[in-house]
C-alpha cells in the first residue's frame, strides 16, 4: 500500500481513535500540566491545517499546524498509529507540514515535545529542528522540551 498525505478534516472517526490513542500515550508518559494537548474544536480553527495519513483507506497518522499569527505556526497532534510503524508515516508528515508552512509563508515552525519522547526528539533533529526556551503560551517545564526549525522560502 502507498502512504499518502492529505489535508482533511479532524472529526472522523479514525483521526478521533489517533487521538485518544495519543492522549492515552500522552497520560502515561506525564502528570496532567505538563500534557499540552488541544482538542478536536481547536484543530477545526481556520488557522489550522490538519494533515491525515491513510495506508490505503485506513487512516493511520495525523498532525495539525497551528499557525500563531506572527509568521510563525506549531506542531500539535503528531501521531502515527503503532502498528504502522515503520512506514516513514511521520516522515511523510513532516515533509508536507515543511511544504505547506512555506506555501503560507511562515519564516519558523515550533513544537513541543516531551523529554520521554526520543524517537519524536529523533525525528525532528533529523529535519533540523533546535531547542529554544518555551515559546507562546508555554512556561517553563523541566518534563518539555521545545524546538524551532527556521524555513527559508
Given at each position: 500500500m502507498?502512504?499518502?498525505?492529505?489535508?482533511?478534516?479532524?472529526?472522523?472517526?479514525?483521526?478521533?481513535?489517533?487521538?485518544?490513542?495519543?492522549?492515552?500515550?500522552?497520560?502515561?508518559?506525564?502528570?496532567?500540566?505538563?500534557?499540552?494537548?488541544?482538542d478536536?474544536?481547536?484543530?477545526?480553527?481556520?488557522?489550522?491545517?490538519?494533515?491525515?495519513?491513510?495506508?490505503g483507506?485506513?487512516?493511520?497518522?495525523?498532525?495539525?499546524?497551528?499557525?500563531?499569527?506572527d509568521?510563525?505556526?506549531?506542531?500539535?497532534?503528531?501521531?502515527?498509529?503503532?502498528?504502522?510503524?515503520?512506514?516513514?508515516?511521520?516522515?511523510?508528515?513532516?515533509?508536507?507540514?515543511?511544504?505547506?508552512?512555506?506555501?503560507?509563508?511562515?519564516?519558523?515552525?515550533?513544537?513541543?515535545?516531551?523529554i520521554?519522547?526520543?524517537?519524536?526528539?529523533?525525528?525532528?533533529?533529523?529535519?533540523?529542528?533546535?531547542?529554544?526556551?518555551?515559546?507562546?503560551?508555554?512556561?517553563?517545564?523541566?518534563?518539555?522540551?521545545?524546538?524551532?526549525?527556521?524555513?527559508?522560502?
Open positions: 502507498l502512504v499518502t498525505i492529505g489535508l482533511e478534516p479532524p472529526r472522523q472517526d479514525g483521526v478521533i481513535r489517533l487521538l485518544e490513542l495519543s492522549d492515552a500515550y500522552a497520560q502515561s508518559l506525564y502528570p496532567p500540566e505538563s500534557n499540552h494537548l488541544v478536536i474544536a481547536t484543530l477545526e480553527k481556520p488557522s489550522v491545517s490538519f494533515l491525515v495519513a491513510r495506508n483507506s485506513g487512516i493511520v497518522g495525523c498532525c495539525a499546524l497551528v499557525e500563531a499569527g509568521g510563525t505556526a506549531e506542531i500539535k497532534r503528531m501521531f502515527v498509529d503503532p502498528e504502522a510503524r515503520g512506514l516513514k508515516v511521520a516522515s511523510r508528515l513532516m515533509d508536507r507540514l515543511e511544504d505547506i508552512s512555506r506555501e503560507k509563508g511562515l519564516k519558523a515552525i515550533r513544537l513541543e515535545t516531551g520521554y519522547q526520543p524517537e519524536a526528539i529523533g525525528l525532528y533533529k533529523k529535519y533540523g529542528y533546535f531547542e529554544i526556551g518555551p515559546f507562546g503560551s508555554y512556561q517553563p517545564d523541566p518534563l518539555s522540551l521545545f524546538m524551532e526549525k527556521r524555513l527559508t522560502l
